[in-house]
């Protein structure tokens, strides 16, 4: 398995501003992953960072709304922007396993809430 | 659309129960489903299935897919308070390398 941090655990932000969030494993991986849990609804995937190429978004996702950086192997940022009430969610990353298995290890999630 | 569909949305039951979770699913390019557990924020990993008709067992949770159906459950023996959380699917398949396509979950509540 993996050992994956997330920073910040949660935050309350204003309407209109962005917010960072960062993800950290404790090994390389090729794949990171950005779900999104909005309350009461199960994850959805956001986007894919592989390091050393553009993330691949999912269909409702574009890059202005939610950049992902991928600077190495072992981190990636998921950004917030011009965030609404509706951006209230759970954000989470997760990898791949680093076996090449099929599974996929999460962090603890951000609860962000948008005021 | 790849869809993955979990019943019964919410049970109820007592400690020592057994309790059955099912997961049905439709998704092209079907590569394997798996199994985690939701207390707080993130999922835990239980089970990764790929193959039809061979058990995964861990303690009192044990799953089984049927890949023929389309289907998985996923059993709890003698339930525990602690067992209480969301129970989540998700296939690997698509047209997304990796994607996980999650089922809605089902809320366990045990109760002493």
């Known amino acids: 398995s993996a050992v994956i941090s997330q920073k910040p655990s949660r935050d309350i932000c204003q309407r209109g501003t962005s917010l960072t969030i960062q993800c950290q494993v404790d090994s390389q991986v090729t794949m990171m992953f950005w779900y999104r849990q909005q309350p009461g609804q199960s994850l959805t995937l956001i986007a894919t960072a592989n390091q050393g190429s553009e993330a691949t978004y999912e269909s409702g996702f574009v890059i202005d709304k939610f950049p992902i950086s991928r600077p190495n192997l072992t981190f990636s940022t998921l950004t917030v922007s011009n965030m609404s009430p509706e951006d209230s969610s759970i954000y989470l990353c997760s990898v791949e396993d680093p076996t090449g298995e099929d599974t996929q290890y999460f962090g603890p999630g951000t609860r962000l809430t948008v005021l | 659309e790849d869809k993955v569909v979990q019943s019964p949305l919410s049970l109820v039951v007592h400690e020592g129960d057994t309790v059955t979770l099912n997961c049905s699913y439709e998704?092209?390019?079907?590569?394997?489903l798996l199994w985690y557990k939701q207390e707080k924020k993130a999922p835990t990993f239980l089970f990764m299935l790929t193959s039809s008709g061979i058990e995964k067992k861990s303690g009192r949770l044990s799953s089984i897919l049927d890949k023929k159906e389309l289907f998985s459950i996923l059993n709890i023996t003698a339930t525990q308070t602690g067992d209480s959380a969301v129970y989540l699917c998700?296939?690997?398949?698509?047209?997304?390398?990796?994607?996980?396509?999650f089922g809605q979950g089902t809320i366990l509540t045990v109760h002493p």
């Open positions: 998700a296939v690997v398949g698509g047209t997304s390398y990796g994607k996980l396509t």
């Open positions: 998704v092209t390019n079907f590569r394997s």
